[in-house]
C-alpha cells in the first residue's frame, strides 16, 4: 500500500501512510508559483503567498494619528486655552487638544495624553464621525501604552463604529482581545485587519496565525478528549501495517503463531487457536473484522495467556489506531520492560512509541526511544526506516538518508524505503535550490520505479516531485499509475484533483476527484480537508466550515485536531467579518 503522505509516517499513530496530516502539506499550502492557492484554507496560509510590504515593523501602530507636537492648529499656533481661542471653531478646538496629547504622548506622559484626547473628544462635532473616530483611537494608544486593555478595546471600538474599516482601530482591538483572553474576538478583528490590508502586513498576520493556534490547541484539547474512538478505514490500517515488515502481530498466522517451537503437535495448535484471544484477534485482522481486535485481546491480556506480550503490542497498535493514545501507551510500556520477550517485539513497540512520542510533539523522547530500538534490535530493518521518516520530520535528512541506506542494506527489497529515499534527496535538493542535486533526485525516482514497478508508493512520491518542477503532464501520468495499482487509495484521488487546479485550473476536475477519493473512503480526512480549503477559496465559507468539522471528527490525533480547528475558525471568522463589514478576501 502506498502512503498517502510520504514521509509522514514517523508522525502518524506508529508510521503508516494513509493519514491526512504531517509533512507533505508543504505540497498543498505553499504551491508556490501555482496559479492557484492550494490549500491555504486558514487565514495565516494566504500571507505565506504573499510578500510582507516594507516598513511594516512591529512599531508601526503605536503612535497616535495626528502631528506629534502642537502645530499651528488655530491661528498664531494659539492652544485651546490660549489667546485666540474664542476665535476657533469647536472641530478646530478639538484638533489642538489632539496635538496636545499627541505631544504628551510623544514624551511618555500617558495620562496627560489621555486627559488632552477626551477634550478632543468632548469638544468635538458629533457629526464629525472621522475626526472623532481618531480621537478616541488615540486615547486607545495611550491606555494600551498603560495596558489598560478594557479601555483600550472600549475606545477602539467607539472608533470603529463611527468608521467601520479603521485599520489602526480594528487592529488595536486585537491585541487588547488578546489580552483580555477574548480570542474569538481577536481572531475576528485581526481577519478584518488582514484583508483591509490585502494579507500584505506581516504584524496582523502573526497576530492571526497565533490566535488561530492557540484556539486550534484549545478546542482540539477539549475534543479530543472526549471524542468516540473511531475506526479507520479498513485501507488506512492496510497502509499502516504495510509500512512494517519486521513486525509479527501483523503477519499471518501460519507465518507466526502456528511455527512457534513450542507447538510441537498439530493438535495441540488446534487448541491454541480455539481458546487464545489472540489468535482470535488474528484471525480478525486477516477477515478486516477490526472491531473486535481490542476485545479479544484483552481476554488473553486478562488470563496472562502465553501471548500475552504480542496481544499488548496489538492492542496497543489498535488503540493508536483509533486515536487513544493514552490507552496505548501503558501496553507499550509493558511490552518494552518484558526483557525475556521477543526482541522484535520490544522493537515494534518502541517505533510505535517514538512515532506517538513524535505526533504528540516531544521529540526527545521520540528520538530515545527509536536509538533504543537500534541498540536492542540493530538488524531491524523497520527501526531505520520510521527512525528515517522522523528524522525528515525534524528536518535531518542527511541522518534520515543514512537511516533509510540502512534499511535498504538489510532488506535490499524495500521499495518504500528507496522511493522516500529518493524524495528525502529530492527535498533537500529542491530547498537547497540546488539544480544539480535535483536532476539526480528525478533520476533516482525514474530508477525506484523501474526497479520496483508495483510500488505505487514511487509513483505518488515521483508525482509530488514533478509537480514541483511544473511538468504536470507526466505528473498526472504516475498518479494514473499509482491508481492502477491502488485503486482504494482515496488520498492518490485528492493529489491528483490538486494537481488539476495547479495544471489546468480545472476547478470542476479538481472537485469531482477530490469527491471520488470520499466515495471511495468517507473516512479521509485529508480529502475533507482539502475540500474545504478549496470551498474557503471560491468564498463557499459554510460549505467549507461543514467539510472542517467532518475532518475534525476524523482526525487521528490532538495536533492534526488542532490544525484542522484553525482552518475551521479561519473560516468561522471570515463568516462574521462579511456579516459585520461587508468583507471578503478573493476568490478563485
Not at 537500534?374 to 523497520?382: G, K, L, S
Not at 474557503?536 to 467539510?547: F, H, P, S, T
Not at 495536533?559 to 467579518?577: F, G, I, K, N, R
Request: hydrophobic share 35%.
Amino acid at each position: 500500500m502506498a502512503a498517502s503522505k510520504p514521509v509522514e509516517a514517523a508522525a502518524a499513530a506508529g508510521g503508516g501512510g494513509g493519514g491526512g496530516s504531517g509533512l507533505p502539506r508543504w505540497q498543498v499550502a505553499l504551491a508556490l508559483g501555482a496559479p492557484l492557492l492550494l490549500g491555504a484554507g486558514a487565514l495565516y496560509l494566504w500571507g505565506r503567498r504573499r510578500r510582507p510590504a516594507r516598513g511594516k515593523g512591529p512599531s508601526e501602530r503605536k503612535t497616535p494619528e495626528g502631528r506629534a507636537s502642537p502645530g499651528p492648529a488655530a491661528p498664531g499656533g494659539s492652544q485651546p486655552d490660549g489667546p485666540g481661542h474664542e476665535e476657533m471653531s469647536p472641530l478646530d478646538r478639538a484638533q489642538a487638544a489632539k496635538n496636545k496629547g499627541n505631544k504628551y504622548f510623544k514624551a511618555g506622559k500617558y495620562e496627560q495624553a489621555i486627559q488632552c484626547y477626551t477634550e478632543a473628544i468632548s469638544l468635538c462635532p458629533p457629526e464629525k464621525n472621522m475626526d472623532l473616530s481618531t480621537f478616541y483611537q488615540n486615547r486607545a494608544a495611550a491606555y494600551e501604552q498603560l495596558q489598560k486593555w478594557k479601555e483600550v478595546a472600549q475606545d477602539c471600538t467607539k472608533a470603529v463604529e463611527l468608521n467601520p474599516k479603521y485599520v489602526k482601530a480594528l487592529f488595536r482591538r486585537a491585541k487588547a482581545y488578546e489580552k483580555l483572553d477574548n480570542k474569538k474576538e481577536c481572531l475576528e478583528d485581526v481577519t478584518a485587519v488582514c484583508i483591509l490590508e490585502g494579507f500584505q502586513n506581516q504584524q496582523s498576520m502573526l497576530l492571526a496565525d497565533k490566535v488561530l493556534k492557540l484556539l486550534g490547541k484549545e478546542k482540539a484539547k477539549e475534543k479530543y478528549k472526549n471524542r468516540e474512538p473511531l475506526m479507520p478505514s479498513p485501507q488506512f490500517i492496510k497502509s499502516y501495517f504495510s509500512s512494517f515488515t519486521d513486525d509479527i502481530i501483523s503477519q499471518p498466522l501460519h507465518k507466526g503463531e502456528k511455527s512457534d517451537e513450542d507447538k510441537d503437535k498439530e493438535g495441540e495448535a488446534s487448541d491454541i487457536k480455539e481458546n487464545s484471544g489472540y489468535l482470535k484477534a488474528k484471525q480478525y485482522m486477516e477477515e478486516e473484522n477490526y472491531d473486535k481486535i481490542i476485545s479479544e485481546s484483552t481476554k488473553e491480556i486478562d488470563v496472562q495467556g502465553k501471548y500475552m506480550a504480542e496481544a499488548l503490542l496489538l492492542r496497543a497498535t489498535f488503540y493508536l489506531l483509533i486515536g487513544n493514545a493514552n490507552a496505548a501507551k501503558p501496553d507499550l510500556d509493558q511490552v518494552i520492560s518484558m526483557e525475556d520477550a521477543n526482541v522484535k517485539l520490544r522493537a515494534n513497540a518502541l517505533i510505535k512509541r517514538g512515532s506517538m512520542y513524535m505526533q504528540q510533539q516531544q521529540p526527545m523522547l521520540s528520538t530515545q526511544d527509536f536509538n533504543m530500538a537500534a541498540d536492542i534490535d540493530p538488524q531491524n530493518a523497520d527501526v531505520y526506516h520510521h527512525r528515517g521518516q522522523l528524522k525528515i520530520l525534524l528536518d535531518q535528512v542527511e541522518e534520515a538518508v543514512e537511516d533509510f541506506d540502512e534499511c535498504i542494506r538489510l532488506r535490499p527489497d524495500s521499495a518504500l524505503a528507496q522511493a522516500q529515499k529518493c524524495f528525502a534527496l529530492y527535498r533537500q535538493a529542491y530547498t537547497g535550490n540546488n539544480p544539480l542535486q535535483v536532476q539526480a533526485a528525478m533520476k533516482g525516482f525514474e530508477d525506484v520505479i523501474k526497479i520496483f514497478p508495483r510500488c505505487a508508493e514511487g509513483y505518488a512520491l515521483y508525482a509530488q516531485a514533478l509537480t514541483d518542477q511544473q511538468q504536470f503532464g507526466k505528473a498526472d501520468e504516475m498518479y494514473d499509475k499509482c491508481i492502477d495499482l491502488e485503486p482504494d487509495n482515496a488520498t492518490t484521488y485528492v493529489h491528483k484533483g490538486l494537481l488539476q487546479l495547479q495544471w489546468k485550473q480545472d476547478l470542476d476536475k479538481g472537485l469531482e476527484l477530490i469527491s471520488k477519493a470520499i466515495e471511495i473512503d468517507n473516512k479521509c480526512d485529508f480529502a475533507y480537508e482539502t475540500m474545504g480549503t478549496i470551498e474557503v477559496q471560491r468564498g463557499n465559507l459554510d460549505k467549507a466550515i461543514e467539510m472542517f468539522n467532518k475532518a475534525i471528527n476524523l482526525a487521528k490525533s490532538e495536533m492534526e485536531m488542532a490544525h484542522l480547528y484553525s482552518l475551521c475558525d479561519a473560516a468561522y471568522a471570515q463568516t462574521e467579518v462579511a456579516k459585520k463589514y461587508g468583507l471578503k478576501p478573493p476568490t478563485l
